[in-house]
């Protein structure tokens, strides 16, 4: 069984910068795709990033240059490296990860559909 779970969430101010991670076990597939999505409050979840197997990576327009997406394939966990945070980064943010393998552009393109396995969240507060 695949189970996601996230962790590093927190407050910080505008400006600053968080590390989240997320572990990802029971995952036996060969090939694989895994994502950053996020939720504020009274909005749909939207894809923040992107990674494939082949280390591709894709951004939404919204947190290009300052975030980052990667993954530590030995230690089956995923990160995001964010910076530069603003208040309207406000949001819970959750990991997922696909059955199999998609390009990380195809899969940001296609959004939550893409994605079977879901992390719980982690909240990310960012203050003025």
């Known amino acids: 069984q695949v189970q996601l779970a996230e962790s590093g969430g927190g407050s910080v101010q505008a400006g600053g910068s968080l590390r989240l991670s997320c572990r990802v076990s029971?995952?036996?597939?060969?090939?694989?795709?895994w994502a950053w999505f996020r939720q504020a409050p009274g909005k749909e979840r939207e894809a923040v990033a992107t990674i494939d197997s082949d280390g591709m990576t894709s951004y939404a327009d919204f947190v290009k240059a300052r975030f980052t997406i990667s993954q530590d394939n030995d230690k089956n966990t995923l990160y995001l490296r964010m910076s530069s945070l603003k208040p309207e980064d406000t949001a819970m943010y959750y990991c997922a990860a696909r059955r199999d393998g998609m390009r990380a552009t195809q899969a940001l393109a296609i959004g939550e559909d893409a994605f079977e396995y879901w992390g719980q969240g982690t909240q990310v507060t960012v203050s003025s």
């Open positions: 029971g995952y036996t597939y060969g090939r694989h795709c």
